[in-house]
């Protein structure tokens, strides 16, 4: 693992990076978005060693860097200042992922926990409304764990929204299921390709036997939407 440092509005962003050894075919990459905790690396230490033997880049950013977050709380996330903030800096670090030498800028997904995944949906969201067809396709795929896409970013999705993997515990407490389900709900209304997958009796926090089943859900979205 490598970290590097991106400079967005004016203020240095940790991206956390594991790149494959360059080959003559260019790879696939994963953008990883931690959750409210910005533990980073709970998440990096268990899907690293899987995506990149499998041959794909991957790109954490500690995105609270952009406002000097620690924890995000229900204040902050809804204050109407940083969440765009996140957004804009995940929006670069998507650009930074797409500009590195031997990644496929066409073959890019988002993978997000938690509030990460919320910020993800919306960023994808905003894309998907683009009048542009390239910005449209900047995100091949979307991994969606315990998150959802509420307002306001839910009215900007299209049918240009990417194929999405939508994961969550049915007994979550801190983001209910429900987001899971009305996210279902949007992607067949605009008959987007997408996969719900719930998980009885998994709260939050998953159990090791649930991080398991997510790992492989996981491996197999990726493998079909990337390689």
């Known amino acids: 693992m490598q970290q590097t440092q991106l400079s967005v509005a004016g203020k240095m962003i940790r991206i956390d990076q594991h790149e494959p050894p360059a080959t003559a075919a260019k790879h696939p990459a994963i953008v990883l978005l931690h959750g409210a905790g910005g533990n980073v690396g709970w998440w990096l230490d268990r899907l690293a060693p899987h995506l990149t033997a499998a041959g794909l880049a991957l790109y954490a950013p500690h995105y609270f860097d952009r406002t000097g977050t620690a924890h995000a709380d229900l204040r902050t996330i809804t204050d109407g200042v940083h ?92 983001v209910p299921v429900a987001n899971a389900h009305q996210l279902d709900a949007l992607l067949t209304k605009l008959a987007v390709p997408h996969t719900l997958r719930l998980l009885p ?7 090791s036997a649930a991080q398991m089943q997510l790992l492989l859900a996981v491996g197999g979205f990726l493998s079909k939407h990337l390689t």
Request: charged share 15%; no cysteine; glycine share 8%.
């Open 201 to 207: 009796e998994e709260g939050h926090f998953f159990s």
């Open 83 to 174: 969440v765009p903030q996140w957004i804009d800096t995940i929006d670069a670090t998507l650009a930074y992922a797409a500009a590195r030498p031997g990644i496929d800028r066409a073959r890019i997904a988002l993978l997000g926990i938690s509030l990460g995944s919320f910020l993800s949906l919306a960023l994808t969201a905003r894309l998907s409304a683009s009048a542009s067809a390239a910005e449209q396709r900047r995100i091949r795929a979307v991994v969606d764990i315990s998150g959802g896409l509420v307002a306001p970013y839910d009215a900007l999705a299209t049918s240009h929204f990417p194929p999405t993997l939508i994961l969550h515990g049915e007994s979550d407490q801190i």
